[in-house]
């Protein structure tokens, strides 16, 4: 274990880049985890941590529980660790960790497509629906938010380490699916409760899920086999897109059971 006590010391500059800027994870190839329950995840799914740094004040209540988390173990003052942080109430400890490489596309996994989403928060919570409804598989067309960002870290949970993820994504990538392609509509399409009523709907499948605003769009919806809309008896225009996502994802997974 050592003790750092310098802001310049460079891996701790390398940090607070990575905390502060969403696409710094693609130019440096490193990962930032912060927080107790980021860091367990990436443990129990077997990802290595380059390097593990606490607070001086949770190192002292935690030094028993952590001494074996990684090869290299800083602790830094808590003052200090606050300035690697990007939380408002910083966490007190961190994993670094290199960048996973890109999953290869698998044309039988149970599937959620990303179309253009730009809400952090929103690719996290889908990322978390995706995993808790066995979906295995996650591909991020172009224009989507970083899947490995602070935000979207910090939103999906854990979920990351048990998905394959697949990053700026082209339509033609997804030409190599063998499952069916799901579009959600708001206006166009079958209900997914009649489906789920009539037997239409397999685990086996993909969904796209679309921008925020726009929706999917025209073409990634060309390619889909099945539009499908939600409905929504209290009367609102439209879902949230994550909600409209966990949803559907619960609908599919549950069909079979």
């Keep these: 274990m050592k003790l750092i006590t310098s802001r310049d010391n460079p891996r701790l500059k390398t940090i607070r880049r990575l905390a502060q800027d969403s696409q710094a994870y ?20 077997g990802f290595a941590p380059e390097l593990a740094i606490f607070s001086e004040s949770i190192w002292q209540a935690s030094e028993f529980e952590w001494s074996q988390c990684a090869a290299e173990i800083w602790t ?8 690697l942080s990007g ?4 966490a007190k400890m961190g994993f670094l960790l290199t960048l996973p490489l890109a999953a290869e596309l698998d044309p039988q996994a149970s599937t959620v497509v990303l179309d253009r989403l730009q809400d952090a928060g929103n690719v996290g919570a889908i990322l978390r629906s995706a995993s808790a409804f066995g979906f295995k598989q996650v591909v991020a ?14 939103a999906g949970m854990g979920a990351h380490f048990g998905l ?12 190599s699916l063998r ?14 409760h009649e489906l789920l ?5 397999s685990p086996q499948c993909a969904w796209a ?10 073409a990634l919806m060309a390619m889909v086999q099945q539009k499908v809309r939600i409905a929504q008896p209290g009367g609102e225009e439209s879902l949230n897109v994550a909600t409209a996502a966990a949803i559907c994802l619960h609908a599919s997974a549950t069909s079979s059971l």
């Design 26 to 45: 693609r130019k440096l190839g490193l990962v930032w985890l912060e927080g107790d329950h980021l860091c367990r995840a990436a443990l129990a799914r």
């Design 76 to 83: 830094v003052p808590d003052d200090l660790f606050a300035g």
């Design 87 to 90: 939380l408002e109430s910083p």
């Design 141 to 154: 067309l172009k224009g989507t938010a970083g899947l490995w960002s602070p935000k979207v870290l910090r």
């Design 164 to 175: 394959g993820l697949i990053e700026s994504a082209n339509l033609e990538d997804l030409q």
């Design 179 to 192: 499952v069916p392609l799901l579009g959600t509509d708001v206006h166009e399409g079958s209900y997914l």
């Design 197 to 201: 009523q009539q037997g239409k709907l």
């Design 209 to 218: 899920m679309g921008h925020e605003g726009q929706g999917v769009s025209p």
